[in-house]
């Protein structure tokens, strides 16, 4: 397992300033962890911080919005980013999730103040509040078009909203606890909801309605995803012929994040089991790769990625430190992972 470069998580605010310094440290596992500090110095002819490191670690390039900080006892170095841009404003407390519209125009974040809100991705200006939610709102996307969002809370609701007028046009009722992640079919005829129950359901947008248990766990489960299968896998039958008002489900297969250290995949129309993958420790959240490779995060800081075709042992499992992996998202070739450090 790699060792973990970490600086405090407001060294920017600490290097903007002459004489400003951010503590850094090195955690390899099983061996004590190494501390140091970064100490800026003053600014080059080209405005770039001048940056030094305690005895121990190493700084390579230094540009305006990133540094190459490297720890050469432990042979790791890494790369940290300065954010591109920071809203301060939205919420008081903890962002709980968000998320980007197609277009790149809107966000929309849940917090732990209790409060949902849409606002300006280029200036973080809030637009809309949401309100109807009893309790926290636990998860929240936009559909494809951009226009509208899809939030679930720990009321056991499922709620569909305008983007444009904040206005509430349906909620689906059926789950018998709250509701921790949802996906979108498509171009969003259909939802999918997972939930504290242990269920996971397919909604019809257009007539509010459940068209089934995908899957019943006994375990609460925790994320989910949908992606289109790989052709040499066998999703399974039907036991009877899915409804008219499912659009886009045929060859989907349905991951499933357990609390219960499993990662399922379900045939989406079919209902019908396709894999069970035992892990290290409660699966929080799972996503495609593509057809073919998928990964999932752990409670306890594994990443796994896997092969749907053959889920008997992984191809490989990330450890970058025992914080909780929450949140996974593809990104050009590879992905970014969000864990509770």
């Known amino acids: 397992m790699a060792a973990t470069l970490r600086i405090q998580s407001d060294w920017t605010q600490a290097l903007r300033r002459d004489e400003g310094e951010a503590w850094l440290s090195c955690r390899s596992p099983g061996k004590p962890t190494l501390y140091g500090s ?69 966000g929309v974040s849940t917090s732990t103040d209790g409060t949902m809100k849409i606002w300006q991705a280029a200036n973080g200006e809030i637009r809309r509040l949401l309100e109807g939610h009893v309790y926290d709102v636990n998860c929240c996307r936009f559909f494809p078009s951009g226009l509208v ?40 005829r259909n939802v999918l909801s997972c939930s504290r129950d242990g269920t996971a359901r397919l909604w019809d947008c257009g007539k509010s309605a459940c068209l089934g248990v ?35 489900t045929e060859g989907k297969i349905l991951l499933l994040a357990r609390e219960d250290k499993k990662l399922q995949g379900v045939g989406l129309q079919s209902r019908q089991p396709v894999f069970l993958f035992v892990g290290s420790d409660a699966f929080n959240c799972c996503m495609f790769l593509s057809s073919t490779y998928i990964l999932a995060g752990t409670q306890d800081g594994n990443i ?20 909780p992996v929450l949140s996974l998202l593809p990104y050009r070739d590879g992905f970014i992972a969000s864990q509770g450090n």
């Open 304 to 323: 796994y990625q896997l092969d749907v075709r053959n889920t008997n042992a992984p191809i490989q499992v990330i450890h970058r430190s025992g914080a």
């Open 38 to 106: 970064l100490t800026r110095r003053g600014l080059s002819t080209e405005g770039v911080p001048d940056i030094a490191a305690s005895e121990g670690f190493v700084v390579g390039e230094v540009t305006k919005k990133s540094i190459l900080i490297s720890c050469p006892h432990e042979n790791v170095s890494t790369k940290f980013l300065a954010p591109y841009t920071t809203f301060c404003r939205i919420h008081q407390k903890s962002i709980t999730c968000l998320d980007i519209s197609s277009g790149g125009g809107l």
């Open 214 to 248: 995908v899957a019943d766990c006994g375990s609460p489960v925790n994320g989910v995803a949908v992606g289109t299968a790989d052709n040499s896998l066998n999703l399974g039958t039907p036991e009877k012929a899915p409804s008219e008002r499912e659009i886009g």
């Open 149 to 188: 969002v899809l939030s679930g809370g720990m009321d056991a609701q499922l709620k569909i909203w305008s983007a444009e007028d904040a206005s509430c046009v349906v909620t689906f009722k059926g789950h018998k606890g709250g509701i921790l992640d949802t996906a979108i079919v498509d171009r969003g």
